[in-house]
């Protein structure tokens, strides 16, 4: 046996990842109008916006009122001077403020309204309200940081333990105001997140969606996208919303504040004499400028790379679901290795991806703590002077300054420290929206399609005029379509029985999944009976992962049937040896063999007894003698039924009564196969 290099993939040439990157052209990344206008939805459509900036300027006019601000000094005061139960008190009223709110949202939102709008509305209000009242607790800690460094200078023993008691009241309220606002943020995100779930979800799987995207476009993995994109997009979006909020309330209170104590420097050096007034709060404002560019600067290629990122991380994720879903083959095959070296392959992109990603992330890391570590010593060194010099510039005011430049800077450099969440949430909402488009690409040309599929009562099914094509990509990667049957007429009467042969590709299956309108690629007519209840087996059935019972029932529920029915159609399919197994839960088209999926398959129809049966390929794994006891059960158990099967068996022609022949087609420019009936 070889042994295995353990550094073998790790010493592996990454691939050159910059023609994907280019590929993605800057208008087509998300922009922040599509992500909003995106996102309104949940909030019940583009009138959020006003809304929203309404609700916004509501709560932020509130935070900065000078009425608040009174009411929170008097606050101050009253708990400085307060005792004993009067402390508690005091300290207490706040809280059972929030309290009563909380209280209040929930009877609403619980007892008077189902309303997804209306709750979101009021979850996102009382976000802001949360998250208004956290940024005046900041501006009270920034004002209480004076009179507590002051009471350390002066070694004012009982001014120290007033304050520190302060402190405590501040610091209670703020835990139990960001606690709950990051809980209410995690319950409107969740919310958000089923609601866009189930939409995509139903978008996936309405008008058989999911089998036209495999067929129709390039976009990869939209399963991918649903479970995880929105997911990642949804807690971002908020993220970042409440986060520029508070940052915008955060600049205009530590503004204001840092006027008020700023302070003015003289400049007097190289023969120039002048004053800056308020200097450190211009100062403060023209460094988060300039950091925001430079950090723009070194990250925008970031956005195109968390975009390639979910591509090729899910890319490979499907690759080995493949190979668990085809175990069997694979194994059979002896193609192990062949999907070892595709993994290989898969996973080398993803680690270029990641080396790029990181060595960009590098730089920017580099330049963001940086950014952030020069803020810390540059106050102090602006400031130093001034302490040193005036003697009623105390060390309270040398805190307070640092504290308030400090809030004032994060403010400022909420795009600095966002950065990369921008970029992510960009690089999703592009995915996002891709999957959109594709949804609608794929209606667009179902809906343009020539092929019509009525339900008539006409006694059975009938072709007039149909031509089917199949879909296949030109050279500049467009859907095209190329002519597989042509100028089918053709009428099956209720319990006729017919066999469909022809050689491969010729458009055998094609036919029965234009019955089933899964084929819109196409011309002509085609009547279906009204209300009939029709079952088609293809080669490979489906199983769900679920018990016997379930697997047997589906796509309705195992309550429809009893246990007696189920052991009879597993008798009558040869499968007795599963009746014991009813109950297991289990991946059945894992465990069984090909032949007992099908026979599977064929006790299904038993228990549901359609009108109309096609069989696609639907014993191409059983030998001749289950093949032909099936048919015989089959047609026993149920005379009536009409029955169109595919097959290259040409022994099955003797439970067919017609049969329909699919030749090249050499007389029509058009090419292609066309049909020869005739009797058995």
């Known amino acids: 046996m070889k042994k295995t290099n353990r550094n073998e993939w790790m010493n592996d040439v990454t691939p050159d990842l910059s023609a994907d990157e280019k590929s993605i052209k800057n208008n087509k990344l998300a922009g922040f109008k599509h992500i909003f206008n995106f996102s309104a939805r949940y909030w019940g459509g583009g009138w959020a916006l006003f809304g929203s900036l309404i609700l916004f300027l509501i709560f932020a006019m509130l935070t900065t009122s000078e009425a608040t601000e009174t009411f929170i000094m008097g606050w101050l005061e009253q708990t400085k001077q307060a005792s004993g139960l009067d402390f508690i008190v005091k300290t207490g009223a706040p809280i059972l403020i929030i309290l009563v709110l909380l209280l209040t949202y929930r009877f609403f939102c619980r007892t008077l309204s189902d309303n997804r709008v209306f709750k979101a509305w009021a979850l996102s209000a009382l976000t802001l309200f949360l998250a208004s009242v956290s940024v005046k607790l900041n501006v009270a800690f920034a004002m209480w940081s004076k009179a507590f460094y002051d009471a350390i200078q002066s070694r004012n023993e009982a001014e120290f333990w007033i304050q520190s008691s302060i402190f405590i009241a501040l610091a209670i309220f703020w835990v139990l105001v960001g606690t709950y606002r990051q809980f209410f943020q995690q319950l409107l995100q969740i919310r958000w997140r089923t609601w866009l779930t189930q939409i995509f979800s139903n978008q996936y799987f309405d008008r058989n969606r999911f089998y036209f995207f495999a067929q129709q476009e390039q976009q990869d993995n939209p399963d991918q996208r649903i479970a995880e994109d929105l997911d990642k997009f949804t807690e971002l979006a908020i993220y970042l919303y409440f986060g520029a909020y508070i940052s915008v309330l955060s600049m205009y209170e530590f503004s204001k504040l840092m006027l008020d104590i700023s302070g003015d420097i003289n400049f007097n050096h190289f023969g120039l004499n002048f004053t ?84 960009v992330l590098k730089f920017l ?201 189920y052991e009879t159609v597993l008798e009558m399919s040869q499968l007795h040896h599963l009746k014991d197994r009813l109950s297991e839960s289990a991946n059945w088209g894992q465990i069984l063999s090909g032949g007992e999926q099908q026979r599977l398959a064929f006790a299904r129809v038993f228990l549901q007894r359609p009108e109309y049966l096609f069989l696609d390929e639907a014993t191409s794994a059983l030998d001749l003698e289950n093949e032909r006891s099936l048919y015989a059960t089959l047609l026993n158990f149920m005379p009536k039924v009409t029955l169109i099967s595919v097959s290259h068996h040409t022994q099955l022609s003797q439970y067919h009564n017609q049969s329909l022949d699919l030749t090249a087609n050499t007389t029509n420019e058009t090419g292609g196969f066309k049909a020869k009936i005739q009797a058995i």
């Open 276 to 359: 800056i007034p308020d200097y450190l709060f211009w100062l403060a404002v023209i460094y988060a400028i300039a950091g925001s560019l430079f950090i723009h600067y070194v990250g925008r290629r970031l956005i195109k790379i968390e975009a390639l990122r979910q591509r090729y991380n899910a890319s490979f994720r499907y690759h080995l679901i493949r190979a668990r879903e085809y175990a069997e083959g694979i194994t059979s095959l002896q193609g192990a290795n062949h999907h070892r070296e595709e993994s290989r392959r898969l996973f080398g992109i993803v680690r270029s991806n990641w080396n790029t990603r990181m060595w």
């Open 365 to 565: 890391g580099f330049s963001s703590l940086s950014y952030n570590q020069a803020s810390v010593l540059f106050p102090i060194l602006l400031m130093a002077p001034r302490y040193f010099a005036d003697k009623a510039f105390t060390w309270g005011n040398f805190m307070q300054i640092l504290r308030t430049f400090g809030e004032l800077r994060e403010s400022l450099s909420w795009f600095i420290d966002n950065y990369q969440n921008i970029a992510e949430l960009r690089g999703t909402a592009t995915r996002i929206f891709a999957l959109e488009d594709a949804f609608s690409r794929i209606d667009a040309f179902n809906g343009a399609s020539e092929l019509t599929v009525t339900p008539n009562n006409v006694g059975g099914i009938a072709f007039t005029h149909v031509s089917l094509s199949r879909p296949q990509l030109n050279e500049n990667e467009q859907l095209t379509l190329v002519t597989q049957v042509s100028g089918l007429n053709w009428h099956i009467s209720q319990g006729d029985r017919w066999l469909v042969t022809g050689a491969s590709g010729s458009g055998k299956s094609t036919i029965l999944r234009a019955i089933a309108q899964l084929w819109p690629y196409g011309k002509g007519q085609i009547d279906v009976p009204t209300k009939a209840k029709m079952l088609f087996l293809p080669q490979r059935p489906y199983f769900p992962i679920a018990t016997l019972r379930e697997a047997l029932s589906y796509p309705a529920t195992s309550e429809v049937y009893n246990d007696a029915a």
